[in-house]
């Protein structure tokens, strides 16, 4: 079965504060791995793929294949970080996204 | 505005009574995709199309939902005989090309069902 799972609703840390956000998949062959973010009345738009290998805003994000997980992390959290987000996977050959549950980041001042 | 248009932004109806929303995708993208998104939850996949060819339907719809872009522009996405779980948000994403490149989100319709 194709999942993902984000076992944390909410995420609450001070600005400075490193920041982790887990995701876990299930997925059977080579997905591609996404982090999407949505803001406060703004659209879901995508923050980072993993085949990009980049860091967008200080995020970045390791795809670990032995523990199906692609965690996001930011060293030092700022206010403006504070979002829905939203780890998702699709095939490599393309299609749809599967989303998981979310991960809403509160960071206080 | 030239990003995805949702249209209406929010549909207030009585159980039972049809409704129809459209997407409109950023112009040339050739795929379409429409997710629902109730509260506490991420988006959930129901269909989505390259140029008016409908590829998949998610197994988890009912065939009260049905949707269809015809000339591979535009899309619609009608509910039959609505019911109280169909409230939701209905999100509408189109991406260019073959489907590999990021997909860019609508700010999508409020359905609340009466």
């Known amino acids: 079965a194709q999942r993902v799972t984000q076992p944390e609703k909410l995420l609450s840390v001070f600005k400075g504060a490193p920041v982790e956000l887990k995701c876990n998949y299930s997925?059977?062959?080579?997905?591609?791995l996404f982090w999407y973010v949505q803001y406060s009345r703004q659209r879901l738009q995508l923050l980072l793929r993993h085949i990009s290998r980049e860091s967008i805003k200080g995020f970045t994000a390791d795809l670990n294949k032995g523990e199906t997980s692609f965690h996001l992390k930011k060293p030092f959290a700022q206010e403006e970080d504070s979002a829905m987000y939203y780890c998702a996977l699709r095939g490599l050959q393309g299609g749809k996204l599967i989303f998981g549950q979310g991960t809403e980041l509160s960071v206080k001042p | 505005d030239t990003g995805v248009s949702q249209n209406p932004r929010h549909k207030i109806t009585k159980r039972g009574q049809n409704v129809t929303f459209r997407c409109d995708p950023i112009?040339?993208?050739?795929?379409l995709y429409w997710y629902r998104q109730t509260l506490g939850q991420g988006p959930e996949f129901l269909t989505y199309?390259?140029?008016?060819?409908?590829?998949?339907k998610s197994r988890l719809l009912s065939d009260r939902f049905s949707a269809e872009r015809p000339k591979g522009s535009f899309s619609t996405l009608e509910i039959q005989r609505t019911e109280q779980g169909d409230s939701a948000m209905y999100l509408c994403?189109?991406?260019?090309?073959?489907?590999?490149?990021?997909?860019?989100f609508g700010s999508g319709t409020q359905l609340s069902v009466l």
């Open positions: 112009s040339e993208h050739n795929r």
């Open positions: 199309f390259q140029n008016e060819a409908q590829l998949e």
């Open positions: 994403a189109s991406s260019p090309g073959t489907g590999r490149e990021k997909l860019f």
């Open positions: 997925y059977s062959g080579s997905p591609e």
